[in-house]
């Protein structure tokens, strides 16, 4: 009853509760934008690896393409040198 008898300051009680509830609003807030730091940086860690994929797909397909049109050239070859004979 100490701290109820004199009411001209305010309630430090009251004061705590506040501040508390402030820290743990803070601390919520803190929370979500960590959380959504994280999603966009593993959307775009997708985006890099997808981007990485897709050039190194087409990298192969380009030296399939040439490997093929070696390949074919040498038989074209190979096949005239025949009809020669």
């Not at 509830?21 to 690896?49: E, P």
């Not at 490997?67 to 020669?84: G, K, M, Y």
């Amino acid at each position: 009853m100490g701290s109820q008898c004199c009411k001209c300051g305010p309630d430090e009680d009251a004061l705590e509760r506040e501040r508390r509830r402030k820290l743990l609003l803070a601390q919520l807030r803190h929370r979500k934008r960590v959380k959504a730091a994280g999603q966009i940086q593993a959307w775009w860690r997708g985006v890099l690896v997808r981007r990485t994929l897709l050039v190194a797909a087409l990298s192969v397909w380009m030296i399939q393409c040439w490997w093929r049109t070696l390949v074919q050239r040498r038989i074209r070859q190979r096949l005239q040198a025949l009809l020669r004979t």
